[in-house]
């Protein structure tokens, strides 16, 4: 299985970005499908997450009406989008995705539920 996220880079205070993630490799399509991120000293830290079919979604409190993500489950490579709207510079840090071996997940903001990793991508934003 492989995850690959793009779309980090830098931005200004109160900009936007898309976060993709090409999923391949097994059936994502069937999965949860969650965002992390991390900042260097700290732990990994739950963003959002999304059931298999893209009928329930998961925010953390502090990107609730900000961040939005989505799920496109073609084949056979599934995407995974994290629109980041209203960015903040305590967005900083390296997003990653990950995938569930559950269809979805009752405790999403759990690292142990996720069973495979992508390599990250940076975002930055400037005061």
């Known amino acids: 299985a492989r995850l690959v996220e793009s779309g980090g880079g830098l931005v200004q205070a109160g900009g936007s970005l898309r976060l993709s993630c090409a999923a391949s490799g097994r059936s994502f399509s069937k999965y949860a499908l969650a965002w992390f991120r991390q900042v260097p000293g700290k732990e990994r830290e739950f963003v959002a997450a999304?059931?298999?079919?893209?009928?329930?979604?998961?925010?953390e409190d502090n990107v609730k009406g900000r961040f939005t993500i989505s799920r496109d489950n073609a084949k056979p490579t599934v995407y995974l989008y994290l629109q980041m709207d209203n960015l903040k510079p305590e967005d900083t840090a390296v997003y990653y995705c990950?995938?569930?071996?559950?269809?979805?997940?009752?405790?999403?903001?759990?690292?142990?539920?996720?069973?495979?990793w992508g390599q990250g991508t940076q975002v930055t934003v400037s005061s």
């Open positions: 990950a995938a569930s071996l559950l269809p979805t997940t009752r405790t999403p903001a759990v690292k142990g539920e996720y069973d495979d």
């Open positions: 999304i059931s298999d079919s893209g009928s329930s979604t998961y925010y």
